[in-house]
């Protein structure tokens, strides 16, 4: 977590206020949240068992797929490791929501959020249950949760740049999330209790992402204003390397040995390193690339290896 | 042909290996040098080098049971998980 809140409250509540769009967008978010609210523990059925002799995730969205090391797996191999990858994409969810709540609720209702807090509360309440269907459908499913490898040292060193840095990780963490619950949402080769967390989740994200986009821009344009360019250019290498290290933590060799596959660390360094997986990163991150270069926070869409 | 009498080559040293390629502008790293305040290590790159760590060991590493201190210097880092020997 961060270590403090803003000490220039009232040049973050300045900076939030700046654009009166943002207040029409934020009173958007409540309205449709309160619409579309759901009872999550009403929602879902939790049969006994899922499909477990199929794809428990779309196979282009595997880290494996169109590697070395894909293709000396068989038909069952790959259908084992679809399940363990895609129980480590939920275990990231659970550990991405912690983040995400210890951060917002260490926000909501203090100096220079005050424009933000109402719309604060739906966020935390919808990722609270986000977090619990996504430990559910694991413990119930695989009988566990991955642990959290995250441990947190000290960021780029940049004050003035901490918010935005907090806001920016977690919508990095939720375009990431949502473009695999996009495609496995509505993917008719996987179980559809499957289908129906990634759905759901898709659904509440597309708002969090609207929020998340909206206040980073604010903030990184205050952070031109005001830092200099070697500093931005800090930021830039920062997130850069985040967006990475977020997609390398798809592939788990925790995945890999729970599926049965020998030597799973040397067949994460053999995944990392495949010219496929290059093509995988662009490819999961590009909403996210193409955001951040669009509005001037890094200056090409190119992220090299950590 | 393999000749079999020669003295096998020292594996190298896992860990070692993998800071230094992390950071080519080093050379070598003192034993003793902070691997958190020069960067050497950071939470981005943690991850991977958690796992270069455990492929050491031979077994995984609850962080639940080490603290960023663990990390701190390579003499502190064969300390804990090595029994204070090179990474081979």
Not at chain 1, 28 to 39: G, K, N, T
Not at chain 1, 128 to 137: P, Y
Not at chain 1, 175 to 195: A, C, H, S, W, Y
Request: a negative charge.
């Amino acid at each position: 977590m961060t270590e403090t809140l803003p000490k220039n409250a009232a040049g973050l509540a300045g900076t939030l206020a700046g654009d009166p769009r943002f207040k029409e967008i934020l009173d958007r978010l409540v309205a449709m949240s309160e619409r579309d609210y759901y009872d999550p523990y009403r929602l879902f059925q939790w049969p006994e068992t899922v499909v477990e002799d199929a794809y428990w995730m779309s196979p282009e969205l595997m880290t494996v797929h169109g590697t070395a090391v894909g293709a000396r797996l068989d038909e069952a191999q790959l259908r084992a490791l679809s399940k363990w990858e895609s129980v480590n994409f939920y275990s990231l969810n659970v550990h991405g929501i912690r983040e995400l709540l210890t951060e917002i609720v260490a926000r909501i209702h203090q100096p220079g959020y005050a424009l933000t807090s109402e719309y604060f509360h739906h966020i935390i309440g919808e990722e609270n249950e986000h977090m619990w269907f996504f430990a559910t459908f694991c413990l119930k499913y695989a009988g566990k949760v991955y642990p959290d490898r995250a441990m947190a040292f000290a960021g780029p060193g940049i004050a003035e740049a901490d918010t935005f840095l907090v806001f920016s990780r977690l919508l990095i963490f939720e375009e990431l999330v949502d473009v695999f619950n996009q495609k496995m949402g509505n993917d008719q080769r996987l179980d559809p209790t499957i289908r129906k967390i990634n759905a759901v989740h898709h659904q509440d994200e597309s708002r969090h992402i609207a929020f998340g986009r909206q206040i980073v821009s604010l903030l990184h344009a205050e952070l031109r204003r005001t830092l200099t360019v070697p500093q931005l250019a800090e930021i830039e290498a920062y997130l850069k390397r985040y967006l990475r290290a977020s997609a390398e933590s798809l592939c788990n060799p925790a995945a890999f040995r729970d599926a049965g596959i020998e030597e799973p660390y040397a067949a994460r360094r053999e995944t990392l390193a495949d010219p496929a997986f290059e093509e995988f990163v662009a490819r999961v991150l590009k909403r996210s690339t193409g955001f951040l270069a669009a509005e001037q926070i890094i200056s090409d869409e190119r992220i090299p290896a950590l | 042909m393999t000749d079999q009498s020669a003295a096998p080559a020292a594996k190298p040293d896992l860990v070692l290996t993998y800071l230094l390629a992390r950071r080519p502008d080093l050379t070598s790293i003192d034993e003793d040098l902070d691997l958190i305040e020069n960067r050497v290590i950071d939470s981005l790159g943690f991850v991977n080098f958690l796992y270069v760590l455990e492929e050491a060991t031979g077994e995984p590493i609850s962080l639940d049971e080490v603290s960023p201190e663990d990390f701190r210097t390579l003499r502190r880092i064969r300390e804990r998980f090595l029994g204070g020997r090179p990474a081979a």
